[in-house]
């Protein structure tokens, strides 16, 4: 077997709704075999994951898939179904999955869900060596396969703080995605709703609260400042300082780096020069700033609390005990911390509720105090401290006591956030009980934490797990009807869905909104460009929902993005389903209409149900009745029939119809019909000779009565936008000069090209000059029938060629020109293979009253050579 694509499908795609690993795979010679004629091998699989008998595959119960697999199906299948064992057997909880057969023999594609992509890549992979194993006899190990995959999932994994927010945010239906690689740095919402975070640091964090939090002398100046207790100590620069600073606060001390976070380089209850020493170097270690300033304070006795501030309020309070074991009476501390370790929570670092307890030089020096070695057998019941410090991920414990902080002490840890500045702040108290106003017990404040961890309160040792993460996002958005999204826009077709973009954009930027556009061409945001190239795919959804400043988001979507990547966002408020016709057959394993109409329809089945619109074309009959089947939410039409007997029961029901009425587009609405302008004011639809603009401006007002803007506003978009290259690069760019009119297009497939055809013959007087290529990723069929209508469409046509796409040289170039000459029609036909030189030699052809038009690549380059350029006057027309 052989893998021929992994992917990520990021987003609803044309295989499932959901985000999905997509795999092309060769199964080779395993074609001949399907598991039927394998003996023993759904035994061997089940016995290699016994968990697999739980798949029900199309049977619909436990064990349907191992059916299947003695029925007899084929390797790809299995493929499908061990990937996604595989994740659950890691801890992500998928289900979904399909594999499909493709139109070569032996090659399938098979998708499955995924939770994190990375593993869901490397589970595709793996699961693909595994069934080859099964086929070829051998024995799998499958121990090393899921360490691999742990090892995959732990590196891309949130940690657990940034989880906990993400999960919160999951739950509120509130977006999200990482912004850096390899960081946990994370946008919640999208373009103007956006809020952003770091681990549990957010875009609302003070930098001087960070600052304050980072430094411990200042924080402790400014908390006794305000009366708050903290221990009594120095910032030491010198050994000689340190022992001074001892000498004058009285043991025990403490002393830990002067910058520093989590407990750090902290050495607690020092009572001998030597410990100083060992806790001066251990604090010496950790100093980042270079200064090796170390603060030496008053050790305070009591309980560690770690108290958690978000948004001005106390939402957690957990006591924190430094690693420990507990005498049984016969066994030594080596073996009491071994079977501690065996403890099924605790894990290496953060990938458990709990973390392994390590020896290190802290663990022997704390035995030393106490007079013991870890071979020493400590008495029944009898604790030993194994680290100063009571942080988790030192092997700590926590317990939860915020149902028992007293109000004084809470009101204390708010007004402590407020004095350093930060909207979530970790305090770390010393105080013998919480129950007790501090001013009444022996306690202090010791530290504040900027970005401190959440997960002793998530998931104490003991007591009630808090959901602190949900604190973090309704801090983020107080109104819990608020989930971060602005309007999506998704359009799609086959023809015109650069223009209806850019059309739609321009309607909504004239009603006063920020809009962020992606379409073939550029990104744009707020009218200024931000990025260039083809962005009819998720990239472009990407970037526009990533701007800050983005109200609206409008998003052309092509075919090949949706069967790339997926559409690059989970749902859109407004899906349009512009027309299906044939182009790109042949790609992908897309061959027919129908195909071709599923995999255009995957942006109206991804329309929200509550609040969401589908625009459609009710004069395309696979639009009606492909698209129509999957639309969600509202749907209106658009028709150049007002009559339309398929739109009689949508309008009996109230439902929205766009249409042409003697001459002017309206809105009909039950009984109820709206003027909206009148086709001739409007720019793009050259009074008419243009109707595929007009259909165009038709889905534009549709998507803008969808998003509720008022028909004033519509109209004045509508009249506002120009078939310009300025607000329509490429897309029929009309010019005249010297009596010489000049069309330029981006069209190259044949229903863009009938589309256009009544266009060109409304303007066109004489002969009429064409320029013209086709990517080479198009059929033979489909090159020669563009040739044929191009003949159709002109007196002269140059063809030329700039993207072979795996075609020999000239190839491309020779099918149209054999479709023009087959067709019949009295056109000459030109082949020149550079698109400069063959406009160049058609604009040098032209005369007055003649016509060109000129379907190239290099739009803004044919719009120059353009310019000022003058044309003859031919002489039969020049004559008195």
């Known amino acids: 077997m052989r893998i021929l694509e992994l992917r990520a499908l990021r987003g609803p795609n044309y295989y499932s709704r959901y985000q999905a690993i997509y795999m092309r795979l060769d199964i080779e010679d395993l074609e001949d075999r399907p598991s039927d004629k394998v003996p023993g091998i759904a035994e061997k699989l089940e016995a290699i994951i016994p968990t697999i008998h739980e798949h029900r595959c199309s049977v619909g119960e436990p064990g349907g898939f191992l059916q299947r697999v003695r029925n007899g199906t084929y390797a790809g299948h299995m493929v499908e179904h061990v990937a996604i064992e595989?994740?659950?057997?890691?801890?992500?909880?998928?289900?979904?999955?399909?594999?499909?057969?493709?139109?070569?023999?032996?090659?399938?594609?098979?998708?499955?869900?995924?939770?994190?992509?990375?593993?869901?890549?490397?589970?595709?992979?793996?699961?693909?060596?595994?069934?080859?194993?099964?086929?070829?006899?051998?024995?799998?190990?499958?121990?090393?396969?899921?360490?691999?995959?742990?090892?995959?999932?732990?590196?891309?994994?949130?940690?657990?703080?940034?989880?906990?927010?993400?999960?919160?945010?999951?739950?509120?239906?509130?977006?999200?995605?990482?912004?850096?690689?390899?960081?946990?740095?994370t946008q919640l919402g999208h373009g103007v709703k956006q809020r952003r975070f770091q681990a549990t640091v957010t875009d609302g964090s003070g930098i001087i609260g960070h600052s304050i939090a980072d430094d411990k002398d200042w924080t402790k100046q400014i908390l006794d400042d305000a009366g708050v207790a903290v221990p009594k100590g120095s910032t030491c620069y010198s050994w000689d300082e340190v022992v001074e600073a001892a000498q004058w606060i009285g043991w025990p001390v403490v002393t830990k780096p002067l910058a520093g976070n989590h407990g750090r380089g902290v050495t607690t209850?020092?009572?001998?020069?030597?410990?100083?020493?060992?806790?001066?170097?251990?604090?010496?270690?950790?100093?980042?700033?270079?200064?090796?300033?170390?603060?030496v304070e008053s050790y305070i006795k009591g309980e560690d609390h770690r108290m958690l501030v978000i948004g001005?309020?106390?939402?957690?309070?957990?006591?924190?005990?430094?690693?420990?074991?507990?005498?049984?009476?016969?066994?030594?501390?080596?073996?009491?911390?071994?079977?501690?370790?065996?403890?099924?929570?605790?894990?290496?670092?953060?990938?458990?509720?709990?973390?392994?307890?390590?020896?290190?030089?802290?663990?022997?020096?704390?035995?030393?105090?106490?007079?013991?070695?870890?071979?020493?057998?400590?008495?029944?019941?009898?604790?030993?401290?194994?680290?100063?410090?009571?942080?988790?991920?030192?092997?700590?414990?926590?317990?939860?006591?915020?149902?028992?902080?007293?109000?004084?002490?809470?009101?204390?840890?708010?007004?402590?956030?407020?004095?350093?500045?930060?909207?979530?702040?970790?305090?770390?108290?010393?105080?013998?009980?919480?129950?007790?106003?501090?001013?009444?017990?022996?306690?202090?404040?010791v530290e504040v934490n900027a970005g401190p961890g959440f997960r002793m309160h998530m998931s104490p040792t003991h007591g009630t797990p808090r959901l602190v993460g949900e604190h973090v996002v309704e801090m983020l958005f107080p109104d819990p009807t608020d989930n971060g999204r602005i309007p999506i826009t998704a359009i799609t077709g086959t023809n015109g869905k650069t223009t209806t973009t850019r059309l739609t954009t321009h309607i909504l930027r004239q009603a006063g909104h920020s809009v962020g556009m992606?379409?073939?061409?550029?990104?744009?945001?707020?009218?200024?460009?931000?990025?260039?190239?083809?962005?009819?795919?998720?990239?472009?959804?990407q970037a526009v929902l990533r701007e800050p400043t983005v109200e609206h988001a409008v998003l052309e979507v092509a075919r090949g993005g949706i069967m790339r990547r997926g559409l690059g966002f989970d749902e859109c408020d407004v899906g349009v389903l512009l027309n299906i016709a044939s182009d790109h057959l042949g790609e992908r394993d897309i061959h027919t209409l129908d195909e071709l109409a599923r995999c255009k329809t995957v942006v109206v089945d991804a329309v929200k149900r509550e609040g969401g619109y589908c625009v459609l074309n009710a004069d395309d009959p696979l639009v009606?009745?492909?698209?129509?089947?999957?639309?969600?939410?509202?749907?209106?039409?658009?028709?150049m029939n007002p009559d339309n007997p398929d739109l009689k029961d949508h309008l009996s029901s109230i439902g929205m119809v766009v249409t042409v009425r003697n001459g002017r587009i309206v809105l009909m609405r039950g009984k109820v019909t709206v003027d909206v302008v009148d086709v001739n004011d409007v720019p793009i639809a050259f009074?008419?000779?243009?109707?595929?603009?007009?259909?165009?401006?038709?889905?534009?007002?549709?998507?803008?009565?969808?998003?509720?803007?008022?028909?004033?506003?519509?109209?004045?978009?509508?009249?506002?936008?120009?078939?310009?290259?300025?607000?329509?690069?490429?897309?029929?760019?009309?010019?005249?000069?010297?009596?010489?009119?000049?069309?330029?297009?981006?069209?190259?497939?044949?229903?863009?090209?009938?589309?256009?055809?009544?266009?060109?013959?409304?303007?066109?007087?004489?002969?009429?000059?064409?320029?013209?290529?086709?990517?080479?990723?198009?059929?033979?069929?489909?090159?020669?029938?563009?040739?044929?209508?191009?003949?159709?469409?002109?007196?002269?046509?140059?063809?030329?060629?700039?993207?072979?796409?795996?075609?020999?040289?000239?190839?491309?170039?020779?099918?149209?020109?054999?479709?023009?000459?087959?067709?019949?029609?009295?056109?000459?036909?030109?082949?020149?293979?550079?698109?400069?030189?063959?406009?160049?030699?058609?604009?040098?052809?032209?005369?007055?009253?003649?016509?060109?038009?000129?379907?190239?690549?290099?739009?803004?380059?044919?719009?120059?050579?353009?310019?000022?350029?003058?044309?003859?006057?031919?002489?039969?027309?020049?004559?008195?």
Not at 354 to 383: C, K, N
Not at 774 to 796: F, S, T, Y
Request: glycine share 10%; aromatic share 6%.
């Open 86 to 185: 595989l994740q659950n057997l890691i801890g992500f909880s998928v289900g979904y999955g399909k594999t499909v057969d493709s139109y070569e023999t032996g090659i399938y594609n098979v998708v499955f869900r995924y939770r994190d992509e990375a593993t869901g890549l490397a589970a595709g992979e793996a699961a693909v060596d595994i069934v080859r194993q099964l086929y070829h006899g051998e024995y799998v190990h499958l121990a090393p396969v899921i360490e691999h995959l742990k090892e995959v999932r732990d590196a891309n994994a949130l940690g657990p703080s940034t989880g906990a927010i993400v999960n919160a945010a999951k739950a509120r239906n509130i977006p999200h995605c990482n912004l850096t690689e390899g960081t946990s740095y």
């Open 687 to 880: 009074e008419g000779h243009a109707p595929f603009n007009v259909q165009n401006a038709m889905a534009a007002a549709a998507v803008a009565l969808a998003h509720g803007i008022e028909i004033d506003d519509i109209r004045a978009g509508l009249l506002s936008f120009h078939p310009t290259p300025a607000q329509m690069p490429g897309r029929t760019n009309y010019f005249e000069a010297d009596g010489v009119k000049c069309l330029i297009d981006y069209g190259h497939n044949v229903p863009a090209l009938e589309a256009l055809e009544p266009l060109v013959c409304g303007l066109g007087r004489q002969r009429k000059i064409g320029v013209s290529t086709a990517p080479g990723n198009r059929r033979d069929e489909d090159l020669a029938a563009l040739g044929a209508q191009l003949a159709k469409m002109c007196d002269i046509l140059y063809v030329y060629e700039t993207d072979a796409r795996g075609r020999p040289e000239g190839e491309t170039a020779r099918l149209i020109q054999t479709g023009a000459d087959a067709a019949g029609a009295d056109c000459a036909v030109r082949v020149i293979m550079n698109e400069q030189e063959a406009v160049t030699r058609a604009i040098g052809d032209a005369r007055t009253d003649d016509f060109l038009l000129l379907l190239v690549d290099d739009i803004a380059g044919t719009t120059e050579r353009l310019k000022g350029r003058s044309f003859p006057v031919q002489a039969d027309l020049a004559q008195p």
């Open 518 to 541: 992606g379409c073939t061409g550029t990104v744009e945001i707020d009218n200024h460009v931000i990025l260039r190239g083809d962005y009819s795919g998720p990239a472009a959804a």
């Open 312 to 445: 001005g309020k106390l939402v957690a309070a957990a006591r924190r005990r430094p690693a420990h074991v507990t005498g049984d009476g016969l066994s030594t501390i080596r073996q009491l911390i071994d079977k501690a370790n065996e403890d099924p929570r605790r894990g290496v670092g953060h990938e458990n509720l709990l973390t392994q307890i390590s020896v290190d030089d802290q663990t022997h020096r704390m035995l030393e105090q106490s007079g013991l070695t870890l071979d020493s057998v400590p008495a029944e019941t009898e604790m030993i401290l194994l680290k100063s410090t009571a942080n988790i991920s030192t092997g700590g414990t926590a317990t939860d006591l915020t149902d028992e902080v007293h109000p004084e002490i809470k009101f204390a840890m708010e007004r402590i956030a407020r004095l350093i500045g930060l909207d979530v702040i970790g305090i770390d108290l010393l105080a013998e009980t919480l129950n007790r106003p501090l001013d009444q017990q022996s306690a202090g404040v």
């Open 624 to 639: 009606m009745d492909q698209g129509t089947f999957w639309a969600r939410g509202e749907i209106i039409y658009f028709t």
């Open 269 to 295: 209850n020092i009572t001998s020069m030597d410990d100083l020493k060992s806790g001066y170097e251990t604090a010496l270690a950790r100093v980042r700033d270079g200064s090796a300033a170390v603060i």
